[in-house]
């Protein structure tokens, strides 16, 4: 018998355990023959509102090894930091704990990092997306001033190593503490030209999403725009199967299936055309480029007339109206006033909010 494409309504928010319990079902009555082939299917959406994106601030020495538009999972690589050597001989006389952290001007033309030793003792507050101002002590003692206006793009925890060399000057690295070497590198121990100070150091994922990378002068920045997953069926899956009484009887049967869509009483197979359509769907049988393109939907916060503050970048604390949005660069048209008039300007997605 030829097998059909058909409709199986589930119980609401079940959609996926069903799929699941008829697939476990078949495979333990060796049923592969019968059902073979069990969809839900979902599409990708990416939240493109400001409070979605992840960043990742990597030196240009960095390996990448994602591109603009792949999507991650959480955990994946995104980029790894080079070793970090010694370069030139002599002894450690010093290792202490210190913070990192990575100012950029609201510009984002220009980027600044001060590490402060703990014994200076960091100012409590310094966090990503903190405003410094020029003149602001970034350490308790006052000895560490920052001397640009601008916000907090990364923080770290370090480790500050000075090495005075063979002709008694002072080589400093600092490093993370995590890919630190502290079996090696002790104070009063004697290293020399080229030995490993601290491992690569691998940038992780925290969510998944899709990647946008953009170069600056002085750094790489990695965008991790958060997705999420939405069926575009609820309440219903897709199940390719022979049908006699009996097969009918055994996946109606199965926890979480409420029954199959019938017509007068008995289930109503999909068309070729329709199941066509479904597999498309379902990303299993080939679209074009164009189609495929389309594949991943990005979900926006935002629609024209609406208020928007801009919360990063030259045009920061301005609150304007969406003129104009495009969801392929993830960029909106919001109309400012700049000195009495109303101006046009550009900004990605991820540096306005909505005014409420």
């Known amino acids: 018998m030829k097998k059909r494409w058909y409709i199986l309504q589930t119980l609401a928010g079940y959609e996926t355990s069903a799929k699941e319990n008829l697939e476990a079902k078949v495979k333990a009555q060796g049923l592969e023959h019968v059902v073979s082939c069990v969809l839900l299917p979902e599409e990708i959406v990416i939240d493109a509102s400001a409070k979605s994106v992840e960043r990742h601030i990597i030196s240009l020495n960095a390996k ?16 790894e930091e080079p070793s970090v050597r010694a370069r030139r001989d002599g002894i ?23 590490v402060i030793p703990q014994k200076n003792k960091p100012i409590t507050g310094l966090k990503v997306g903190g405003m410094v101002r020029q003149g602001m002590p970034l350490s308790s003692d006052g000895e560490i001033i920052c001397d640009i206006d601008g916000k907090i793009i990364q923080t770290e925890n370090m480790k500050r190593i000075v090495v005075r060399n063979s002709v008694s000057e002072l080589d400093i690295y600092v490093v993370p503490i995590d890919t630190f070497n502290s079996d090696v590198i002790k104070k009063g121990v004697h290293i020399k030209a080229g030995q490993i100070i601290a491992e690569p150091k691998k940038v992780l994922a925290k969510s998944s999403g899709r990647i946008e990378i953009t170069d600056y002068p002085t750094k790489k920045e990695i965008r991790v725009q958060k997705v999420k997953v939405k069926k575009l ?24 299936i409420i029954d199959f869509v019938s ?29 495929k393109a389309k594949e991943v939907k990005i979900e926006f916060d935002f629609e024209i007339g609406d208020s928007v503050k801009i ?29 009495g008039r109303e101006t046009p300007v550009t900004v990605h997605t991820s540096e306005v909010e909505k005014v409420v």
């Not at 538009?69 to 690589?77: A, R």
């Not at 450690?92 to 001060?114: G, Q």
């Not at 068309?271 to 679209?287: F, H, N, P, V």
């Open 92 to 114: 450690v006389s010093d290792v202490r704990n210190a913070k990192k952290v990575v100012i950029e001007t609201l510009d984002k033309k220009f980027t600044k990092t001060y």
């Open 311 to 339: 919360i990063s970048g030259p045009f920061e604390g301005f609150v304007g109206t969406v003129k104009e949005i495009n969801p392929e660069h993830n960029e909106l048209k919001v109309t400012v006033t700049i000195f």
């Open 64 to 79: 990448i090894f994602v591109s603009n538009g792949d999507l991650v999972k959480k955990g994946d690589v995104l980029a």
């Open 263 to 291: 017509s007068g009483g008995r289930p109503l197979p999909l068309s070729d055309k329709e199941a066509q359509i479904l597999l498309r769907i379902a990303g299993i049988e080939e679209t074009s480029k164009e189609e």
């Open 233 to 256: 069926f609820p309440g219903y899956i897709f199940v390719e199967m022979i049908m006699n009484d009996e097969f009918w009887d055994f996946v109606r049967t199965v926890p979480g």
